[in-house]
């Protein structure tokens, strides 16, 4: 059973910035395309920002040119660089498989909070 432990979110003011990380337990982590996804109080989880096993990305337009997504295979872990943050990014973020209907169980999330 594949777990997902996801860290680095906290408080920030807008216009700040924040690294998330999320280690996973699975030995071929490697192969999977993996993504972020946020859920925001209130609305459905929406993806942000996916990265093939090749490194190929994609991003939400909400968050194109402030976001990076990426990967360490030999650490099993993916990365979010989250720059210029704004109020609206405030959300739980997860990590998972990039392919929605294929997930992994879900881990615990990191809350980030952009206020002044």
């Known amino acids: 059973q594949v777990q997902l432990v996801e860290s680095g979110g906290g408080l920030v003011q807008p216009g700040g910035s924040l690294r998330l990380s999320c280690t996973s337990s699975?030995?071929?982590?490697?192969?999977?395309?993996m993504a972020w996804y946020r859920q925001a109080p209130g609305k459905q989880r929406e993806l942000v920002a996916a990265?093939?096993?090749?490194?190929?990305?994609n991003y939400a337009d909400s968050v194109k040119g402030r976001f990076t997504i990426y990967r360490d295979n030999v650490k099993n872990t993916v990365y979010l660089q989250m720059n210029s943050l704004k109020p609206e990014d405030t959300a739980v973020y997860y990590c998972?498989?990039?392919?929605?209907?294929?997930?992994?169980?879900w881990g615990q999330g990191t809350q980030v909070t952009v206020s002044s």
């Open positions: 699975g030995s071929i982590f490697s192969i999977y395309a």
């Open positions: 990265i093939t096993s090749g490194r190929n990305t």
């Open positions: 998972n498989r990039a392919v929605s209907r294929l997930t992994w169980p």
